[in-house]
């Protein structure tokens, strides 16, 4: 029988933590799921004992799991070994050191089963959310670069690129991930709205890792680069729409400004304000179209991301009936 809840813990040098934050998160898990709990721990090409005191924490239950990346692929290839691994109804994430800590674990899981969504973010940004002891130098970025893909991403969420999430694990089952890296968040959010299942969020709070709990692996900025580039491969519109149109305004203010110095007689021919014009507004109409060829190639994915859940759903169906 599958267990109610799986918990995917991505690892990589978290010897200091491990230990503590199985405990934790079994306390958590017990809350909700009783004893039908698994936890995945994922260990991504550690080079401390990591991987040896996972191992000892599972040879004494088997419902902890451990997971072993020969080197460092990133958290991305980690959150899919575990994706793979999952068994629960339930799928959620979360970060090694919890940071968001155990107790956002039952409120994901009864937020998953009691409502309206498939899939279920912890937000540190939106309203009711909050931050503790993390500096302005990793939060500033973190919420400017969040800021930003709220109005990148189709879903218009205030936190895009947490790991403390929950998924029905039918979610899991339908979508199909590439993403080694940390813009497996946004892959994850964009392939769940192509697909058409729902998404909401809940306040979490974010506190910044404690002193003898290791250092932080996160490297914030390439981080946000990567998620800002990622946005932009996936909805193009954004950048192409705003390019254009403000190339087109441009041209237009050129025209309006030759226009008034035609008027007034102050019309110079050897100035290229024509040239200008019209390269602005050439150029912009260009951007427009390839603006709309991206709509048309998005709904396209749109498309095939539903017809590739059905498929995966569907192959799915005669093994659960086997098991």
Known sequence: MNPELTIIVPMKDEEAVVAETTRRLITAAETVAGDKWQILLVDDGSTDRTFAIASDLSAKDPRIQVCRHAKNFGRGRALRTGFAASRGNVVISVDADLSYDEHHVPRLYRAVLEGDADVVLGSAYMPGGQVEGVSARRLIPSKLGNYILRF????????????????????????????????????????????????????????SRKK?????????????????????????????????????????????????????????????????????????????????????????????????????????KPAERAE
């Open 152 to 207: 990148a991403l189709e879903g218009r969420v205030y936190t895009s690129t947490c790991v403390l999430r929950a998924y029905k694990k039918e979610v899991i089952d339908a979508i199909d991930l590439e993403s080694d890296g940390k813009e497996i968040h946004l892959e994850i959010l964009e392939r769940v709205w192509a697909a058409g299942y729902t998404v909401k969020e809940i306040p979490a709070t974010l506190r």
């Open 212 to 316: 003898g709990q290791g250092r932080s692996k996160s490297t914030l900025l390439p981080t946000v680069r990567s998620h800002l580039l990622f946005s932009f491969v996936t909805r193009p519109m954004v950048v192409f729409g705003v390019g254009g149109l403000g190339m087109i305004t441009g041209g237009l203010a050129t025209g309006v400004h030759i226009t008034w110095l035609w008027f007034h007689g102050n019309l110079n021919p050897e100035r290229p304000l024509v040239v200008l014009m019209i390269l602005l507004l050439l150029g912009g109409a260009q951007l427009l179209s390839f603006g709309f060829v991206a709509l048309q190639i998005g709904e396209l994915r749109r498309e095939m991301a539903r017809v590739q859940r059905d498929v995966r759903l569907a192959a799915r």
